[in-house]
């Protein structure tokens, strides 16, 4: 996953100490991509972060518009249901966030335990050797 992410020092008290040699293995084969997935992720979460910043610049800009337009023109109520249709926007992006929040957070759990499990088998195998 990121580059933060390491595997716990003691992989004999990992939850991953009780997966199969073939559950280990499978991980171990899954590993790059949840480590894709996790780039793809910080990939949306950056593209969002500019989105928002667009939307934010957007909805000022029609707030500034709202104000100069004269009260009895029709674009006033124009105006406000774009900067409204903005803010809706920038509400679902949040609840994708969200969602996007816990994806990762299960893909960092996956990912150590794996990651766990693969230095816990090195260990093994070196210790037989």
Request: charged share 20%; net charge neutral.
């Amino acid at each position: 996953m990121s580059s933060s992410t390491s595997p716990p020092t003691d992989a004999t008290t990992s939850p991953a100490a009780n997966l199969t040699p073939s559950a280990a293995s499978m991980l171990q084969v899954l590993l790059p991509s949840l480590t894709k997935l996790d780039d793809m992720v910080e990939t949306v979460w950056s593209k969002q972060d500019e989105l928002n910043s667009v939307l934010d610049r957007l909805t000022a800009e029609l707030e500034q518009f709202d104000e100069l337009v004269q009260p009895d023109s029709s674009s006033v109520g124009r105006g406000q249901q774009a900067s409204q249709k903005l803010k809706d926007s920038r509400a679902r992006i949040a609840n994708v966030n969200v969602v996007l929040k816990r994806v990762r957070t299960r893909l960092d759990n996956v990912s150590m335990l794996a990651q766990a499990k693969i230095l816990q088998n090195q260990q093994q195998q070196q210790q037989q050797q």
